[in-house]
């Protein structure tokens, strides 16, 4: 069975065969654009599909120490920054309550009456 295969493969007239022979074969209309508006298509990607193809290159550069401390680094920052510009506009709301609160007759009228 080997034998038959190998001999096959080896047949040499059936290669020059093929090699001589040129079909003639018209291609569909409009087959080289459809080729082409396939390869323009997968070129264009969805961006979130494209941001998760790089998923996992991103995890493993984050995945190494350096890189993993400067990002819990830069996380932290970012956090306290966060809550401080969120604390700092409570206090505004608060210092602005208690200015109306000074300000106002109907507060004082009501801390009068106390």
């Avoid at 190998?6 to 020059?16: I, K, P, R, T, V």
């Avoid at 082409?36 to 995890?59: G, H, T």
Wanted: glycine share 6%; aromatic share 10%.
């Amino acid at each position: 069975m080997e034998e038959d295969r190998q001999h096959f493969m080896n047949d040499d007239e059936l290669y020059h065969r093929l090699r001589a022979s040129k079909p003639n074969l018209p291609f569909p209309a409009g087959f080289q654009r459809e080729i082409w508006d396939r390869i323009a298509a997968s070129e264009v990607q969805n961006p979130i599909a494209r941001i998760f193809s790089r998923w996992p290159d991103m995890i493993g550069l984050i995945a190494r120490p350096i890189p993993a401390v400067c990002l819990a680094f830069a996380m932290g920052i970012a956090g306290g920054l966060f809550a401080v510009a969120k604390g700092q506009k409570d206090i505004n709301q608060l210092a602005e309550a208690r200015y109306v609160k000074s300000v106002s007759p109907f507060e004082a009228a009501k801390f009068l009456s106390r």
